[in-house]
C-alpha cells in the first residue's frame, strides 16, 4: 500500500525493523529534550503528516521495551489517525514508572500500526439474539 506521507523532522521516516512486523516505529522530534516526571503526560511531536486511504486508520501504540524498562506507555493507546487527518501525529506519553525519564530528539517513542477498518451502519432493533455469555462482562469468564 502506498501512503503519502511529509516528514518534518530529520529523522528517517517510519519502517519495519523485520519481515514480519506489524508496527514501525515513531521517533520524538523535539528542539530540547523532555523530562517525564513519574505521572505526567506529554504530547510528544514526530514531525510526520500522513494521508491514508479510506478504510484505513494508523493506531499510535506503545513499544513494549519503554513500558517494560521504565514504566513509559502511550496513554490513549492505541491512539488513532484516521484517514482524513492531515496535522502532525502526536503521541501521548505517560510516565508510570517511579523514575523521571528523558525523551531524547530523534528517541523511538511508540510504533505506528495501518490498519483496515469498516464503517459501520447501524439497524436499530427492539432486542438483541441470545447468547450463551447473554450480558455477562467483565470477569464474567473467571481467572482461570
Known sequence: MNVSIVN???HPLPAYATLLSAGMDLRANLPSPIVLQPGERTIVPT????ALPPGFEAQVRPRSGLAAKHGITVLNAPGT????????IGVILINLGQEPFVVENGERIAQLVVARHE???WTLVDSLE???RGNGGFGHSGTR
Not at 489517525?81 to 502532525?88: F, H, I, N, Q, T
Open 47 to 50: 514531525g510526520l503528516f500522513i
Open 8 to 10: 518534518h523532522s530529520s
Open 81 to 88: 489517525v484516521d484517514a482524513d487527518y492531515r496535522g502532525e
Open 119 to 121: 464503517t459501520v451502519e
Open 130 to 132: 441470545t447468547t450463551d
